[in-house]
């Protein structure tokens, strides 16, 4: 879910990355992918909380972040239904 939502809203959204790839910011994270890696990186100070590399995952997200990427997944869809974007 959290992954699946990152990378559909870097392909929509995302700009290009001064490091190359597409990246985008928003309130609490930041997300970048370039190839098969995928970042997310929290605002707070935690850092990098989730990174996915050649399929593997690691990382230290809270239910927290997640529970706020099922938000954000739930605006965006509302989002491209409103505009007409799938």
Known sequence: ??????????TLFGTPAAEGGRSYEGERYRL?????????????????ILRVQNMEVEGNISSEDVKSFQIFAQRLEQELATNGIE
């Not at 970048?32 to 990098?48: C, V």
């Open 1 to 10: 879910m959290v992954i699946e939502t990152a990378q559909k809203t870097l």
């Open 32 to 48: 970048w992918m370039k190839g098969q890696t995928l970042t997310i990186t929290a605002k707070d100070s935690r850092g990098e």
